[in-house]
């Protein structure tokens, strides 16, 4: 059963340490009538009216706008379409009226350039501008380490990768530095930082966090400044639990004798259960320090849901139907006014009792979602079917004209504070900014920053500039494999998919003295070299389809078609023993977006080093390997001696990983 007003109440206080008594009314304005409205817009002080004047207080242009809408027009800027579903007809955005749209991993104009990427947003910006009022459409894109979608951006490690650095500082300059690229292209929002905190390495989003403790994922929400520095919009994500989500054993179990479509996400978009305390104290406290430091204007729920053990295991709800989280704490307890934006289609996985067999949109999901608290829909590929279903809505009084009303304030709000009524239109001028050389030095010194020395035997550490050095591994020379999943497409790609430096090529640029041999498999003869640099690891993935035990991307690159495991595949655990086995010293780097289980290889190592998932800017590897940069970087995770170890986070009881969350030697 669902907690009645009192266990509601309670769970605020628990939240906020603050008594709530009753909650912030939403602001609204009456609505103008249907089919009104539609003739000359009548004009304010100065010639022109209210919401057009930028000398006007923000809440005064909102309120004077929200006035002159009508249902309609309110209804369509709650609407968020993929670029896809109106780039072979962009008069759609004028039609349905449209607030926002986005673009998915791997959704580009052709050419993927960033001019390509400014023509493509003024072209949907004139329609929208086209429309009676005349509102501008805001544009979105998940730029989560680095502006990726591009060809020739900078790509920056991900998050698993800067919780290691541990450098609050650095993170907000990756923050303005990825803001400028994505402003540059004519973006203004970007869906990150992901605040999630990653309680199980078999997440297929686990590199996404920065972190299983949540003392340092809020702290690395300084991200947010840096893109408002650039003046980009951020998105707190994924509002919450979903990196704490229990394994589904038994789906796992059926995966192995499934095809590939038929194959389910294991963990990722799964159940949370948990106390409420437990919850805040874990899932909540990382958005309570974003929302207290920084100026957040967007938070994106997670796909997965909460399943409160107070109430009694089994009733779980969907994140993107909480009342209880998106308006009695969010938007009531801590007073957040920025928008709630869903996640891709999220509100098609609600459960519709009386159509349970429609995966799709139906009324019932559409109202309970708006009801709970949502403002904005990422409707990708049916915004129009959303736009009229939440019409219905509303005039059979399931949706109150007020809900819509405080929903569309909190979007108009943000499109004025970022002012894009003033500047709608987005220039060619600083598209040098996308890839830029300052960029590319700081994702280098971020690599840098984030490579964490787990064994360092007899000084192997650092290596000779003149030595002769015997490379080996699949993810020495794949420059795909060191991205990681969301580049370039949702899930990534195996082999040479975007600019910059692989760890070879940084080893041959650091230390054009070493004499350097190069075996993939490590079948080259190995005679003379001094050292062994071996580089492992996984290969890219994003989300359910990186869950351990979960689904294979059929349409990926063959390599990613690989089962996903945290333990080294077997031809990286035998070009380990081959090339490990005759070099006397031999350094092993692993490349992945979380731990991976090596207990059983670590005795033929001298040197193991976490290499995460470095971006572009593979030289910052060899920049420590050769000591032109001290090791600095900590573990953010725990590293599991076993995976029967997993999941193991810093605190739990009888706690005996392989390296403890915080571990990092150091080479100064």
Known sequence: MR????????????????????????????????????????AGHGGKPDYRNARLPIDRRVDDLLRRMTLAEKVGQMAQAERAAVDADPTLVAQWGLGSLLSGGGSVPTPNTPEAWVSMINNFQRQAMSTRLGIPIIY???????????????????????????????????????????KATGIPWNFAPCLCVSR??????????????????????????????????????????????????????????????????????????????????????????ALRRHDVDSVMPSFSSVDWIEDGIGNPVKMHAHKELLTDVLKGAQRFKGFVVSDWEGIHQIPDPDEPGVAGLTAYKVRTSVNAGIDMFMVPNNAKHFIDLLLAEVRAGRVSQSRIDDAVRRILRAKFEIGLFERPYASADDV???????????????????????????????????????????????????AGGWTITWQGASGDIIPGTTILEGIREVAPRARVTYSADGSAPTAGSDVAVVVVGETPYAEGFGDVGGPECAWCTTPQQEEKSLSLQAGDRAVIERVCGAIDTCVVLVVSGRPQVVTDQLGQMD???????????????????????????????SWPRSEAQVPINVGDRNYRPLFPYGYGLRTR
């Open 140 to 182: 979105g894109v998940d730029a989560v380490h680095g502006h990726a979608n591009v060809y020739g951006a900078t790509v920056f490690p991900h998050n698993i990768g800067l919780g290691a650095t541990r450098n609050p500082a650095l993170v907000r300059q990756i923050g303005k530095a990825t803001g400028e690229e994505v």
């Open 432 to 482: 040098d900014e996308v890839g830029s050389r300052a960029h590319r030095a700081l994702a280098r010194r971020a690599v840098a920053e984030s490579q964490v020395l787990l064994k360092n035997s007899n000084r192997a550490l650092p290596l000779r500039r003149d030595a002769r050095i015997y490379v080996a591994g699949r993810n020495a020379d794949d420059i795909g494999n060191q």
């Open 3 to 42: 907690p009645h007003s009192r266990s509601r109440t309670s769970l605020i206080t628990l939240l906020t340490g603050v008594l709530i008594t009753s909650l912030l009314p939403a602001g609204s304005a009456a609505a103008a009538p249907e089919g009104t409205a539609t003739g000359a817009i009548a």
């Open 200 to 289: 199980d390495e078999r997440w297929g989003r686990a590199y996404e966090a920065f972190s299983e403790e949540p003392r340092l994922v809020g702290e690395l929400s300084s991200y947010i400044d840096g893109l408002r520095d650039a003046g980009v919009l951020a998105t707190v994500k994924h509002y919450a639990g979903d990196g704490d989500t229990e394994y589904d054993q038994a789906a796992a179990d059926a995966n192995e004798s499934l095809p590939p479509g038929s194959q389910r996400y294991v963990i990722d978009q799964g159940v949370t259960v948990t106390t409420r305390a437990d919850f805040a104290r874990t899932n909540l406290a990382p958005f309570w320090t």
């Open 607 to 637: 040197a193991l080093v976490a290499s995460w998932l470095p971006g572009s800017e593979g030289a910052g590897v060899a920049d420590v390997l050769f000591g032109r940069r001290p090791f600095t970087g900590r573990l953010s995770v």
